[in-house]
């Protein structure tokens, strides 16, 4: 068929270039069996608000899925087992600085039927037991803590500063956008591994260069954690800005931008109301991956003793303290690097099904495979058809 450029293309219309009496093309195969880019989407999703097809797709993710039962799994785990701000955990060994009595070498408890040993078991130590006979457990799950506190206080730092330097500069553009984003490129050019060392490590000293009373210096110590993430979402929201600032470049100009403006909505409310929630995919994303990196940035900044510090626990610092019983009790660096592991892994796979779901473009196309399935399943159909239109 011809097409028009102010006409769309119609399967019921002959094409004028060909004699009346022409047979008409027959279809290609992909076309016959609906296969392209968009066939079927709009069916899908008739009479779906917004946030529902965004959840569809989500949940049709097979490893965001996973990484989003991970990642809650884990954390359930580690409040449950040690509690959270004045709630008690249900573990039996809540203090976990407390030195003990090393049983068996400090090995761990812990049994599955699939290793050596077999059964199922917990013991009172699953993870082991340090030098001075500290549970293991304990301590890996106020790591996790620790970590799941930076990982999300950090990206909540960075997506308000990121999202309000980016959207500022793309709106308003002109001298405005070239101040913002080069101060935007300026924070990109510090490294940030020495940056947030250099950080952290005047958040540990300050306090005593400025005389600070018991107190003060105590309510710094426990604070660390909640302290340290802030600086680093301080630092690691250009990448955030300059995403938005492309967006929000791109969606002023569209027509819902002009009709609001002539209506005179207010550049706060056109911002707000109008750009943001069109943007919001882009930057969840983004967000999300942000936080992953958050994860293993605060346990490479703690092993080097540039972090998270005592009484304060995180899996980087365990990792670090324990580095000299490698040889003798391997487990204590086992479990904290499975979970930053775990805790990096599933934000990511979250990140990459929030993608999917929000961007339709990365919709796969089926597999020849697949298609001639489901053209082998249409054949009975077509056939019974086709016989009773004959007939």
Do not use: C
Not at 79 to 94: A, E, N
Not at 139 to 168: C, D, E, F, H, Y
Not at 172 to 195: A, E, Q, S, W
């Amino acid at each position: 068929m011809s097409t028009h450029d102010d006409q769309p293309v119609r399967d019921d219309v002959p094409d004028p270039a060909l004699p009346p009496d022409a047979p008409a093309a027959a279809p290609t195969p992909d076309a016959a069996r609906g296969r392209g880019e968009g066939v079927g989407q709009a069916k899908e999703v008739e009479g779906l608000s917004q946030g529902q097809i965004v959840w569809g797709r989500f949940i049709r993710h097979k490893g965001a899925i996973f990484g989003l039962v991970m990642l809650v799994s884990i954390a359930l785990l580690s409040f449950v087992s040690m509690g959270i701000g004045p709630i008690k955990g249900l573990w039996i060994h809540q203090d976990y600085i407390r030195s003990g009595t090393v049983i068996d070498g400090g090995r761990p408890t812990l049994q599955l039927p699939f290793l050596p040993g077999g059964g199922f078991a917990i013991g009172d130590h699953p993870f082991g037991q340090d030098s001075i006979g500290s549970d293991s457990f304990a301590q890996v799950m106020k790591g996790v803590q620790t970590s799941l506190l930076v990982m999300v206080v950090l990206g909540l730092t960075a997506l308000v500063i990121g999202v309000t330097i980016g959207a500022i500069a793309g709106y308003y553009r002109g001298k405005v956008d070239m101040v913002l984003m080069r101060f935007t490129d300026l924070v990109i050019t510090l490294p940030v591994l020495v940056l947030g060392a250099v950080l952290g490590r005047l958040l540990d000293v300050l306090p005593v260069k400025l005389d600070a009373t018991a107190a003060q210096r105590e309510a710094i110590r426990s604070n660390m954690p909640l302290l340290l993430a802030v600086v680093l979402g301080l630092i690691l929201w250009t990448g955030l800005a300059r995403l938005t600032r492309s967006e929000f470049l791109a969606l002023r100009e569209r027509e819902f931008v002009d009709s609001a403006r002539i209506a005179g909505a207010s550049d706060w409310r056109i911002i707000t109301k109008h750009i943001l929630p069109n943007a919001v995919g882009v930057i969840i994303v983004n967000v999300t991956l942000l936080m992953s990196v958050a994860v293993t940035l605060e346990a490479a900044l703690s092993f080097l003793n540039f972090g998270i510090k005592k009484p304060n626990v995180s899996l980087g610092l365990l990792i670090a303290e324990n580095q000299g019983a490698f040889a003798t009790r391997p487990w204590l660096f086992w479990w904290p690097g499975l979970f930053i592991i775990l805790i990096a892994l599933s934000v990511n796979f979250i990140g990459d099904g929030l993608r999917d779901a929000f961007d339709p473009r990365t919709r796969k196309v089926p597999s020849d495979r697949a298609m001639k399935r489901a053209a082998a399943k249409l054949e009975p159909a077509a056939a019974a058809r086709t016989e009773e239109e004959s007939t």
